[in-house]
């Protein structure tokens, strides 16, 4: 119980916060001393201090993962979770989902890296501007944008342009469609593979390619 003794315990090793007195798990000295140093621990924080912003901004900004550990109320709170996705974005999985619905949050989580885009709410996942941000980060967010945007020409152009057998995860309609099934197989060669079997065989088509391909 002893506050002197807890303190120098936690800063060598934030663990041992687990096995304080409760009323030291509610000493915010004690609890923002072991989250500074390994952000997890606020698990073991009382919940007065779960609910607390300074801590809970604290481990966030040492470990994004802490937002897991959080109250309800701060994961629901813009501040926190900003800071959390622009240093981890996967943190936006554990967020509100008032939060995964917000343009401006999801689309620092895309920037911070595009495959958060799957913990995103329906409603930005096939919301252009955020899909083409994850896109051209990079194209593999592709398989979590919503099925109405696969159909989507310019998206689709914009990752079959970075890599071209991300054309596997494009709308049947755009593996029929001669510009970007180009585009396509013009970044790699392979990507044919997942073009409509109509074009596959189509000659004409074919002919194309081989000349693209002296060409280049």
Avoid: I
């Amino acid at each position: 119980k002893d506050k002197e003794v807890v303190l120098a315990a936690v800063q060598r090793n934030a663990g041992t916060l687990k096995y304080a007195d409760r009323t030291l798990r509610k000493d915010k000295e004690v609890v923002l001393a072991a989250v500074q140093q390994t952000a997890w621990t606020l698990k073991h924080a009382d919940k007065t201090l779960r609910k607390d912003k300074e801590v809970v901004l604290a481990a966030v900004q040492r470990n994004s993962s802490a937002l897991k550990y959080s109250d309800d109320t701060l994961r629901k709170d813009k501040e926190v979770v900003l800071a959390a996705v622009q240093r981890n974005a996967s943190a936006l999985k554990h967020a509100d989902e008032t939060l995964r619905k917000d343009k401006e949050v999801v689309l620092a989580a895309v920037q911070q890296d595009a495959l958060s885009l799957q913990y995103a709410d329906e409603t930005l996942r096939r919301d252009k501007e955020v899909v083409l941000a994850a896109v051209q980060r990079d194209l593999l967010s592709l398989q979590h944008v919503h099925k109405t945007l696969r159909e989507d020409k310019e998206v689709v152009l914009v990752a079959v342009r970075l890599y071209g057998p991300a054309l596997v995860w494009a709308h049947e309609n755009l593996r029929k469609d001669k510009e970007v099934v180009l585009a396509a197989v013009k970044q790699l060669g392979c990507a044919l593979t997942f073009a409509d079997e109509t074009l596959r065989k189509d000659q004409e088509f074919l002919a194309v390619l081989d000349n693209t391909r002296t060409a280049v």
